[in-house]
């Protein structure tokens, strides 16, 4: 079982609404967690990174929050624009794994006109 | 340099033959990774430099799979013997340590 599950595993929106992707994890001890945007052929670029104690942060149209006690995350994205088409990715960061990082399997997301 | 880069940004290669995929990381960065991410699913780790150093590299799927960094810079990933199934994006990414990984573009292989 990956110890960072991610739902829905695909969706598609209209432009100018609002959606939410889910991360839940298992990883243990935890050290911080972060959303990554990987568009088609590219790599991954961080959009946020959480600690442990932080409950919420922003990142222009892209909002995540953190759960530690129920070990969920989530990612909200405002006002979607066309360019936002893209693979979401969860990763987890273990306390004292060398800062390897555990990725989630990424929700596909489209956004249509 | 700007970021990470990565060389070839595609590969096709025949079964049997060894493939070599180089990556140049972001100039000062001490920490160095490759991941594997195959067709439709999450990417996968293979190797962790810090310097010249590998203390990670649990990932590596097979003793088909190596991969040495020089000079504190350039890291090579080789593949011996190449199947099928090693068909997928290989990415590098760099760091400071503890700090946010930075990806390159990744390169393309294909086995044929």
């Known amino acids: 079982k990956n110890q960072v599950e991610q739902s829905p595993q695909s969706l598609i929106i209209l432009e100018g609404k609002n959606c939410t992707l889910q991360?839940?994890?298992?990883?243990?001890?935890?050290?911080?967690l972060r959303w990554y945007k990987q568009d088609t052929g590219r790599g991954p670029v961080s959009l946020t990174i959480?600690?442990?104690s932080e409950n919420t942060k922003s990142n222009g149209r892209y909002t995540a929050t953190l759960d530690a006690d129920t070990k969920q995350s989530s990612l909200h994205i405002t006002a979607s624009q066309l360019s936002d088409s893209a693979s979401y990715i969860c990763?987890?960061?273990?306390w004292g794994g060398g800062n390897k990082l555990t990725f989630g399997t990424g929700t596909q997301l489209k956004v249509e006109l | 340099g700007a970021g990470v880069s990565q060389s070839p940004s595609n590969k096709v290669t025949e079964k049997g033959k060894d493939v070599e995929l180089r990556c140049d990381p972001i100039?000062?960065?001490?920490?160095l990774y490759w991941y594997r991410q195959r067709l439709g699913q999450g990417l996968e780790f293979l190797i962790y430099f810090q310097g010249n150093s590998a203390p990670d590299k649990s990932g590596l799927p097979s003793d088909r799979f190596s991969a040495e960094r020089t000079g504190e810079s350039v890291s090579t990933l080789t593949i011996q013997r190449t199947q099928q199934e090693d068909s997928a994006v290989y990415l590098c990414?760099?760091?400071?340590?503890?700090?946010?990984?930075?990806f390159g573009p990744g390169t393309r292989l294909t086995v044929t």
């Open positions: 990763v987890v960061i273990r």
């Open positions: 991360c839940n994890y298992t990883v243990s001890p935890f050290s911080n």
């Open positions: 959480m600690t442990f």
């Open positions: 990414a760099s760091s400071l340590v503890r700090y946010e990984q930075y």
């Open positions: 100039s000062g960065h001490t920490a």
